[in-house]
Nanobody
Framework: QVQPVESGGGLVQAGGSLKLSCASS????????VGWFRQTPGKEREFVAA????????NYADSVKGRFTISRDNPKNTVYLQMNSLNAEDTAVYYC????????????????????WGQGTQVTVSS
């Protein structure tokens, strides 16, 4: 079992960059695939990116391909989301999540595929 905790959100101007981090206060986070999602008021939570537990496979939403990069540092038990060329449409609360099973290579895009969720970190892009 893990408990993801996000950090690194904030206010940034359009065209700028932010790097989010996700770690776990319990368990061995490096054993789990991790997904990043985001949500704005009144909308469903949407997939952003995911990475396998080894870091060898990644998956991205079309809306962020070429701008966002997901990576992980397993010795540090941390997953990152580097966000470049941010625009106002990227404004949201960003969540990281892990599935119930460890040691999976799947990089699922669906909310139901993840069982452990963080509290989220706000990203606001000013235009």
């Amino acid at each position: 079992q893990v408990q993801p905790v996000e950090s690194g959100g904030g206010l940034v101007q359009a065209g700028g960059s932010l790097k989010l981090s996700c770690a776990s206060s319990v368990g061995t986070f490096s054993h789990y695939a991790v997904g990043w999602f985001r949500q704005t008021p009144g909308k469903e939570r949407e997939f952003v990116a995911a990475i396998s537990w080894t870091g060898g496979s990644t998956n991205y939403a079309d809306s962020v391909k070429g701008r966002f990069t997901i990576s992980r540092d397993n010795p540090k038990n941390t997953v990152y989301l580097q966000m470049n060329s941010l625009n106002a449409e990227d404004t949201a609360v960003y969540y990281c999540a892990a599935p119930r099973r460890a040691f999976t290579s799947a990089q699922g895009m669906g909310v139901p595929e993840y069982d452990y969720w963080g509290q989220g970190t706000q990203v606001t892009v000013s235009s």
